[in-house]
């Protein structure tokens, strides 16, 4: 049974320990009954950081200036794909900020080397490209496509997504295009930017139920210096009491909703909550509702330069260090390392 409008702003509003509990408990169960104690790795290859889009809060965004910014070669890409194929994972997801240097063309060829030089699945996060390219994509073999709608709030989205004419934005129309492609649908949000109260979260995660989606990436905001919205941040506020807060747990609270709204979905446990609470973000979101981690692949020299929040790349680690003390914590939780592309099975039920 999912869960009602009043429960759901109920959980999003609970400050008492005890009950929550309660919640993580619910969370992890269905996480466990759904989709089983498999964590999944998903190798992330952050393939380019040039973007032509001016979001608020990403410190890739176009008009920021002193960024070095880089592309990767495809050779370089497919060497990160093998060697994802070497940790043993089964997916590999390549992102980047909203790039058409990056071309459908060079994305397509390197979507079907990955198909036949690997057994990997592959996920795209390439930001609101045009129909033909998710297409073409598609149809070299892509598997799955990220886009996080970021907030259902239309007023909000556009204060932090300022749209141009040559690039009006319409998000949900593209998880629409993207199911009808027959991909794997992905969305996700932020959690506790400014100006997101509880009903927009609830609003958020009655949007993901209705969406129906494979994927579901959930991340407190991280307030990055060299952005629109920390330099000229918007008059509008909230009373504290309606402001979601962009902490841990209000995080994981949002996780196990989503967990819950979609029992069968593949829910990361994600970097910016890891990043968050370093000690122990990561097992915080396994064990309440999560059963995904994405590491990090990208080659050390472009790391720090994919600087979409800060302390982004506090993580440095080889992807071989980053992989020896993920398996560890994955079974310090008493959870086993998944095998194989980790499909939805949000589809089947
Ligand atoms: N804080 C947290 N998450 C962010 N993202 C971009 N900027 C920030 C930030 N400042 C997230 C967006 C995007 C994903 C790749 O990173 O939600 O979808």
């Not at 629109?228 to 979601?244: F, V």
């Not at 396994?286 to 080659?299: I, K």
């Not at 560890?328 to 589809?347: D, H, W, Y």
Request: negative net charge.
């Amino acid at each position: 049974m999912p869960l009602s409008r009043s429960e759901i702003l109920g959980w999003l509003r609970e400050s008492d320990e005890t009950r929550l509990a309660e919640l993580w408990q619910r969370a992890n169960d269905a996480r466990q009954k759904c989709v089983g104690d498999a964590v999944h790795l998903r190798g992330l290859i952050e393939i380019s950081n040039y973007c032509v889009r001016h979001c608020g809060y990403c410190g890739l965004n176009a008009s920021r200036r002193g960024l070095q910014r880089y592309r990767m070669s495809e050779d370089e890409i497919l060497s990160c794909a093998r060697e994802a194929v070497r940790l043993g994972y089964g997916t590999v997801v390549m992102q980047a900020g909203e790039d058409y240097g990056v071309t459908g063309q060079f994305v397509a060829r390197i979507v079907r080397r990955i198909k036949v030089e690997t057994p990997l699945a592959v996920t795209l996060s390439l930001g609101e490209r045009p129909d033909e390219d998710l297409a073409l994509w598609r149809d070299a073999g892509a598997d799955r496509y990220l886009l996080r709608f970021e907030t259902s709030d239309p007023q909000l989205y556009d204060l932090i997504h300022p749209a141009s004419l040559q690039n009006p934005s319409d998000r949900l129309a593209i998880q629409y295009t993207l199911r009808g492609l027959g991909y794997e649908v992905g969305s996700g949000v932020k959690v506790g930017i400014r100006g997101q109260n509880y009903d927009s979260l609830a609003d958020d995660l009655e949007t993901f139920r209705r969406l129906n989606l494979d994927m579901i990436g959930i991340g407190p905001y991280i307030q990055h210096p060299d952005t629109p919205l920390a330099l000229r941040p918007p008059s509008i506020t909230l009373p504290e009491s309606e402001q979601a807060p962009n902490s841990d747990l209000m995080t994981c609270k949002v996780v196990a909703l989503s967990r819950l709204m979609c029992p069968y979905a593949n829910i990361p446990s994600t970097t910016a909550l890891a990043i968050l609470n370093q000690e122990n973000g990561r097992e915080l979101g396994l064990s309440r509702g999560a059963n995904v981690v994405m590491p990090n692949l990208t080659p050390i020299k472009y790391r720090a330069l994919y600087d979409i929040y800060p302390d982004k790349d506090c993580i440095i680690e080889t992807a071989e260090e980053g992989n020896s003390q993920l398996h560890a914590r994955i079974e310090g939780l008493g959870r086993s390392v998944g095998t194989g592309p980790g499909n939805s099975l949000a589809q089947r039920h």
